[in-house]
């Protein structure tokens, strides 16, 4: 799995915003609007280096073709704030970040800072799930389109009746079938993960932290090794060889059998990792801790 640094991702991206709309001057609905239309925001879905390794300016004149009309040098902390809210968000309940921005635009994230700002980042993850959940992106395509819904059902060939449950209950979108999501999206055009929830499993060192994980990566690894006992260790020795165990570190886990050593293949390694973080993302959201 590829290390991501989290804090590094948060930082930037609301950064960024705030440069866009301090130092550029751009309205919060046209920033909000180029997101959401823009592909180059799925890069936690894909390849993080392009958001990462390019300057804010850059990205700023790329894709908003904007540019500073004065220097600053300075971050709008509620702005900041929101940027940093959308990825905690997007990660920690498995959603596309364009997706987040149609969901719950960036004005109404900025409101939240007065609040939210230094409560515990998973109040500000609770109170937009909160009202999120009821919210269909299929509605809010079809009430900015001028189509009824009998049109659409005609047009895409799908029952009405369903159609009226995609507008009221979100859960609805994921039922449709590949066909269906690719139909929607290319009459609204829109891209298919609007439709979507986000397989983005995040690996950051700073989990390792966490006993919670550690004992849910000792369970995975377990089943795998299927030695009884597994310990954790930040340091690469070795010491006190027992006749089955398992060294478990962040980027591996050395197994030991009758004092033959032999490391866990990476793909296995890679499968409870990422076991072991979903359930752990799950176990943040009930008992009402931030994942990231």
């Given at each position: 799995?590829i290390?991501?640094d989290?804090?590094?991702?948060?930082?930037?991206?609301?950064?960024?915003?705030?440069f866009?709309?301090l130092?550029?001057?751009?309205?919060?609905?046209i920033?909000?609007?180029?997101?959401?239309s823009?592909?180059f925001?799925?890069?936690?879905e894909?390849d993080?280096?392009?958001f990462?390794?390019n300057?804010?300016?850059?990205?700023a004149?790329?894709?908003f073709g904007a540019?500073?009309?004065?220097?600053?040098?300075?971050?709008?902390?509620?702005i900041v704030?929101?940027g940093?809210?959308?990825?905690s968000?997007s990660?920690?309940?498995?959603i596309?970040?364009?997706?987040?921005?149609?969901?719950?635009?960036?004005d109404?994230?900025?409101?939240?800072f007065?609040?939210?700002?230094e409560?515990?980042?998973?109040?500000?993850?609770?109170k937009v799930?909160?009202?999120?959940?009821?919210?269909?992106?299929?509605?809010?395509?079809?009430?900015?389109?001028?189509?009824?819904?009998?049109?659409l059902?005609?047009i895409l060939?799908?029952?009405?009746?369903?159609?009226?449950?995609?507008?009221s209950?979100?859960k609805q979108?994921?039922?449709?079938?590949?066909k269906?999501?690719?139909?929607?999206?290319?009459?609204?055009?829109?891209?298919e993960?609007?439709?979507s929830?986000?397989?983005?499993?995040?690996?950051?060192?700073a989990?390792?932290?966490n006993?919670?994980?550690?004992?849910l990566?000792?369970?995975?690894?377990?089943?795998?090794?299927?030695?009884k006992?597994?310990?954790f260790?930040?340091e690469?020795?070795?010491?006190?060889?027992?006749?089955?165990?398992?060294?478990?570190?962040p980027t591996d886990?050395?197994?030991?059998?009758n004092?033959?050593i032999?490391k866990m293949?990476?793909?296995?390694?890679?499968?409870?990792?990422?076991?072991a973080i979903?359930?752990y993302?799950?176990?943040?959201?009930?008992?009402?801790l931030?994942f990231?």
């Amino acid at each position: 799995m590829i290390t991501v640094d989290i804090r590094l991702i948060k930082s930037k991206f609301g950064q960024l915003l705030s440069f866009l709309i301090l130092d550029c001057s751009l309205d919060i609905d046209i920033v909000n609007g180029k997101i959401i239309s823009s592909s180059f925001f799925d890069f936690l879905e894909n390849d993080i280096s392009p958001f990462l390794n390019n300057d804010i300016k850059d990205i700023a004149s790329a894709i908003f073709g904007a540019r500073p009309l004065n220097i600053t040098n300075k971050y709008q902390n509620d702005i900041v704030f929101a940027g940093e809210s959308y990825i905690s968000i997007s990660i920690s309940l498995g959603i596309p970040l364009r997706k987040m921005f149609l969901l719950y635009p960036l004005d109404k994230m900025i409101e939240l800072f007065p609040v939210y700002h230094e409560m515990s980042p998973f109040r500000v993850i609770e109170k937009v799930k909160q009202e999120i959940d009821h919210i269909s992106v299929f509605s809010l395509l079809l009430s900015n389109s001028n189509y009824s819904l009998m049109q659409l059902a005609n047009i895409l060939d799908i029952d009405r009746r369903q159609l009226t449950k995609l507008c009221s209950d979100p859960k609805q979108e994921e039922k449709l079938t590949v066909k269906e999501k690719r139909d929607i999206s290319k009459l609204f055009n829109v891209d298919e993960l609007f439709f979507s929830s986000s397989n983005l499993v995040p690996y950051y060192f700073a989990i390792w932290k966490n006993e919670v994980f550690i004992q849910l990566m000792k369970d995975e690894i377990r089943k795998i090794s299927q030695t009884k006992k597994v310990t954790f260790s930040l340091e690469q020795s070795i010491n006190n060889l027992t006749k089955v165990e398992t060294i478990l570190h962040p980027t591996d886990a050395i197994i030991i059998r009758n004092k033959k050593i032999e490391k866990m293949p990476s793909y296995l390694f890679d499968f409870a990792l990422e076991k072991a973080i979903e359930k752990y993302r799950q176990y943040c959201l009930l008992n009402q801790l931030a994942f990231c």
